[in-house]
């Protein structure tokens, strides 16, 4: 790391946002382009390297300056790609499809707590008046 770029660390360091922005200058490309390689989606990259550098402005104190920031700043980019392809897997049920139960069998599927159920609010208020 040269005398600069650990200048502009330890400005940053001190949340001297100007520094950090003069930092990262070099490396947003290099950012967005790791996590264009592991999310392989143009929009997805760029939401993943947007969150990879407020966590790294976020959390610059934590950097010990035994390595290159441009090391510490790419495990930050490859942990945040994984966890935003966790967080983006998390499957999701409709409640509107039916469930298949084999043999051809299908049933619609049932809201379990009746008073989250809009259509059954409904009829109830409109029964009760």
């Known amino acids: 790391m040269n005398n600069n770029e650990r ?3 330890e400005e940053s360091r001190k949340g001297n946002v100007e520094a950090f922005e003069e930092l990262i200058k070099d ?3 290099t950012a967005y382009n790791i996590a264009l390689r592991i999310m392989r ?3 997805d990259a760029e939401d993943a390297s947007q969150e990879a550098l407020i966590k ?5 104190s934590s950097f010990n ?3 290159t920031f441009k090391v510490w700043m790419y495990r930050i980019i490859v ?3 994984i966890d935003f392809k966790r967080r983006k897997n998390i499957s999701t049920v409709s409640i509107d499809e039916t ?8 049933v619609q599927r049932e809201i379990s707590d009746e008073s989250y159920n809009p259509d059954a609010l ?3 208020n409109y029964s009760t008046q």
């Open 7 to 9: 200048w502009l660390v």
């Open 27 to 29: 490396y947003k490309k």
């Open 41 to 43: 989606n143009v929009e």
């Open 56 to 60: 790294i402005f976020k959390n610059i």
């Open 65 to 67: 300056m035994e390595s």
């Open 79 to 81: 942990n945040t790609c």
């Open 99 to 106: 469930m298949d139960l084999g043999s051809g069998r299908e």
């Open 122 to 124: 409904i009829e109830r």
